[in-house]
């Protein structure tokens, strides 16, 4: 009797393990996920996007302001400082270089221009030198001044405003 229910269970068991692996055979096949859309491969120009400052601009802003903070003391200053010129903080090796202004900054693809004469998104491209050695090269927005801040322990500098001739 014991030969009997061994038997049926083993009969039960294969009778069970071909059941499944039929349904398994009846399932429709898994369709392939798509394939994930592919985005346009943009090459930058060597060195970064290109700036393009529109004849108008050029011929309409002389300077910038911008706003210094000594970190040690507190004390904040203004500074006039004109396009394409270079400005050094008082009392330090620390020299800031206005190399293009742009009153309406716009970024698309490889290139940095601004879309009007207008105020609205006023953006300064400056390097800061300490010493000599380059610590900084970028963006200063008005209105934004917490988009890619120029950070140093010692001073802080935001663009203040662009200065009409």
Not at 102 to 129: C, Y
Not at 138 to 152: D, M, Q, R, T, V
């Amino acid at each position: 009797m014991f030969k009997k229910a061994i038997l049926l269970l083993a009969a039960l068991t294969l009778a069970l393990g071909f059941a499944s692996c039929k349904k398994k055979e009846e399932q429709p096949p898994q369709q392939a996920a798509p394939a994930p859309q592919q985005m346009p491969s943009i090459v930058m120009p060597q060195g970064g996007p290109q700036v393009v400052v529109p004849a108008e601009v050029k011929d309409s802003w002389k300077a910038v302001s911008l706003v210094i903070v000594n970190k040690t003391t507190g004390k904040t200053a203004e500074a006039t400082v004109k396009i394409g010129s270079s400005y050094t903080i008082p009392g330090s090796q620390m020299q800031i270089e206005v190399l293009s202004f742009l009153p309406d900054f716009k970024m698309s693809g490889t290139q940095i221009t601004s879309v009007s004469n207008d105020p609205n998104n006023p953006a300064a491209q400056v390097r800061i030198e300490d010493n000599g050695k380059k610590i900084f090269k970028g963006w200063l927005y008005s209105k934004y001044p917490a988009i890619h801040p120029f950070e140093n322990d010692k001073y802080g500098v935001t663009l203040k405003e662009g200065i009409k001739k």
